[in-house]
C-alpha cells in the first residue's frame, strides 16, 4: 500500500519538473496568441456589447429620428386640435381602416407639415395619426 503511494507522489513529482522545464516553441506562443485574440474579440462583440463605427453611427441615426419624431408628433396633434373642422375631419379619419391610410389622411390635410418645412414627413405623420386615434377613443 504505502509503494503505491510513493509510487504516486514520484509520478506527481516528475510530472510537475516536467511542466516547469517545458519550454513553448514559437509556433505554439503565436497560435495561442491567436487563440487569445479571437477568444477577446468574440467576447467583446458578442457578448460586452462591442460595435463598429458604422453601427454606433446607425444607432445613433436612428435614435435621433426618434427623438425628432417624437418632439414633432404633438405639433401636428396641436394642428389637427386648431382646425375649424375637426369634427368632420375626425369622423373621416375613424372611418379609415389602416394605418397608412390614416397617415396619408394626416398629410393631405397638412397636420404633419411643420412650420417653415414645404412638405410632411411621413414618420411624423404616422404617429400623429397613431396619437389622434388614441385621443379619439
Sequence with gaps: ?????????QRMT???RSWNTAKLTKTATFWI?????????????ARAGWVTDGTALQRAELNAQGAVVERLAP??????NQDAERGQ?????KELTTSTQRATF??????????????PDNRVATE?????MLAGE
Design 128 to 132: 400623429c395619426a397613431n396619437q389622434i
Design 106 to 119: 394626416v398629410k393631405e390635410q397638412g397636420w404633419a407639415t411643420m412650420p417653415g418645412e414645404t412638405g
Design 14 to 16: 516528475d510530472m510537475g
Design 89 to 93: 375631419k375626425l369622423a373621416e379619419f
Design 33 to 45: 496568441a491567436i487563440g487569445a485574440i479571437v477568444l477577446v474579440l468574440y467576447l467583446g462583440f
Design 75 to 80: 405639433i401636428c396633434v396641436a394642428q389637427f
Design 1 to 9: 500500500m504505502q509503494t503505491k503511494e510513493v509510487g504516486i507522489r
